[in-house]
């Protein structure tokens, strides 16, 4: 089994900052990609910024500059540090992780329970 939980989410000002955190836990061999979506009332799921295990990153146009993710290895974690928050960053934030739990085994991918980040005006 596997967990992924994600942690930091609240309530903040327009143009204020926050820190998300998701943690990877159980039976992992080999992480591949810590990868952060999320998904605003009506609208689809959307990826917002990843990390892989090589140290590589990827974000969405409407996040880069500021936002910044980065990961641990050792922890199996990922963090989101997002600044100059805006009201339309409002959304539930959700941790994807690609993994397997075996050497040499397929892929899997496991979803966080999403955490609510609210920016208000």
């Known amino acids: 089994q596997v967990q992924v939980v994600e942690s930091g989410g609240g309530l903040v000002q327009s143009g204020g900052s926050l820190r998300l955190s998701c943690a990877a836990s159980g039976r992992i061999f080999n992480i591949y990609t810590m990868a952060w979506y999320r998904q605003a009332p009506g609208k689809q799921r959307e990826l917002v910024a990843e990390?892989?295990?090589?140290?590589?990153?990827n974000y969405a146009d409407s996040v880069k500059g500021r936002f910044a993710v980065s990961g641990d290895n050792v922890k199996n974690t990922v963090y989101l540090q997002m600044d100059s928050l805006k009201p339309e960053d409002t959304a539930v934030y959700y941790c994807k992780v690609i993994l397997s739990t075996t050497p040499g085994g397929i892929q899997f991918q496991y979803w966080g329970q999403g955490t609510q980040v609210t920016v208000s005006s």
């Open positions: 990390f892989s295990r090589g140290g590589g990153t």
